[in-house]
Every structure is written in C-alpha cells, then in structure tokens.
C-alpha cells in the first residue's frame, strides 16, 4: 500500500481486518517495522480518537510520531494554485508538503469537509495537494468525504463481535441511520462506512429523512428507507450518525428529535448492537440508555481504532 486515501487502496478488505485483530492480539509483534521511521499528523480540524490512537499504532510499530495543528502550531495554507498570497494564510501548500515529506516516512492528514463548495469538497483538493507534493506515503485521518480509518475500525468491530456471539449470523443485517444535530456536520463517515459496507457481505440498509441521500457512488448497493422503524427491524447492528445534506449542500434540513436512537427503538432489532464513530452528544443523537446499554460497541469501537490504524501503518511499512 503506498497512499491510505480510501477503499480503493487496499486490495484484500479480509487481510487487513484480520492484521487489525491480530494486532490487537499481539501489538508490539512489528516492533522492528517502523524503527527509525517517522510519521507527521497534519490536523486541520480537532481529534481525540484518531490522534491518539494513531500515535499509538505508530509507537506499537516503533515509528516517531510528530504532531501539527494547522493555523495554531503552523503556519495558515494555502491549497489554491497560482493565487497572490496577500491574505491570512502565510505558507503555500508546494512548499509546506514538500518540506513535511523531508522530515516524515509517512504523513496523515486530517481536513474536513468545509461544507460550503460540494464541488471543492467532494475534490478532495487538500489530500491531493499532499500526496503531490509531499511525495512520501499520505494516510487519510478523516477528509472532506471519507474517513476510511474510522470504517476500517467499524469492519473489525462487526467481526469481532461476531466472533464473540452466536446470535449474530454470518451475513448480518447493518443499518446507517441519520441521527437529529443542529449542526451541519461533514458526510465523510457516512459515505465510508457506506463505501466499506457495499463491500463487505452484509445485508446493508440506509435510513435518513428526505433529502439527507448520500451521494450515489457512496450508497452502492444499499436499500435506501425513510421509515427508520422500518429499517431497525431485525437488524443486528445499528451505527448512528448525524450528517448535513448533500443535495441542499452543507444544510440542516430537519432536526426532528424522533430520529434519535432510544431503547424502545433498539428493541425493534434481532438485539442489536448500537455503534457510533464518536464525538457524540448524549440525548441529542442517542439516548443515555442505548450508550450504556451492553448492546453499545462504541466504547470498543473507538478502542480499535488503534488496531485499525495499525493495520494500516503496518501495511505501508513493509513496502518501504
Ligand atoms: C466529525 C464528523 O465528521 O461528523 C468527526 C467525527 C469523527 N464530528 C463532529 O464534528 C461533531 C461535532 C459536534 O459538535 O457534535
């Protein structure tokens, strides 16, 4: 694997689930992989699971880590080409990847979408401009329309739950449902985990009020409801998330409250399993009793974003 940008950079989705199990087995196995390698973590936007458990991939494979916030510890960048610099950003992107690509074996970028431009989001301008210029290997920390790490994570968690349950037959039934916030938030999870289920043998259904559809390339495959009672019925895993819409781009079409997850919804499934990539806000999106039910994964969910990015890293490694 040379770049980690999305689903179209790993060849075997099986392998790399099973190196994130077996990482979370074993974690200092690849010791010996990253010595004397060194990744930079390039944040445009906040983290705590992805920068933390990054970092700690990397050090269970023995790489340095270094770590930039944008516009508070560097520089503002500049993304457009050709453009007189006389504005509030001091630094071009030519010149700030180039040199990152210097100090580092790897870098991972975060960059959400701005949700503003669909065109410019959905372009993906501030990955590209990395892997261009910084020429080393570019691992997408969450972009303006993925965050394949994230759904790496959530690919493991489905497996090992039902590794650890019989209940759980082996094509299990897999709800994303939209989930009530006053902000406008990014796709980027959504389509992910959309991308990675239409690849993975699941029954796999999307339920979302009208005018929350996702872009086609990202729903594949999926049965699309508006019905959410609908959609929960016997399914064996629930993964919540709030996103803006794509049609009315970047908007809040509705917040109605009737969308977030309760109890009463949950037992509606074949005793589902309740997911979320996390931040999440209690009682806006899922109630207090789902997240501390033991039909929650979130908590172990987050936890293999460790192995996830483990995986990853450990995958571009042994081509270096
Ligand atoms: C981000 C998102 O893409 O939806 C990151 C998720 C991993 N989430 C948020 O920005 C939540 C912010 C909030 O105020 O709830």
Redesign the pocket.
Known sequence: MTNFLSLADVSNIDALIQSGLDAKANPFADQHLGKNKTIGMIFF???L??RMSTQKAAQNLGMNVMTMNVGQDSWGLEMEEGVLMNGDKAEHVREAAAVMGRYCNIIGIRA??ELKDRDKDYREQVMHQFAKYARVPIVNL?SATR?PL?SLADCITIEEAKLKSSLIPARPKVVLTWLP?F?P?????ANSFSEWMNARDVEFVITHPEGYELAPEFVGNARVTHNQDEAFEGADFIYG???SSYAHYGQVLTQDSSWAVTMADLRLTNNGKFMH?????RN??VADEVLDSPQSLVIEQAANREWSAQAVLKEILITM
């Open positions: 936007n906040s983290s699971r992805t959400f979408a969450e965050h994230q916030h902000k938030l990014p796709q980027a999870v998330k709030n996103w990539c996390l931040p999440v806000r806006l999106k």
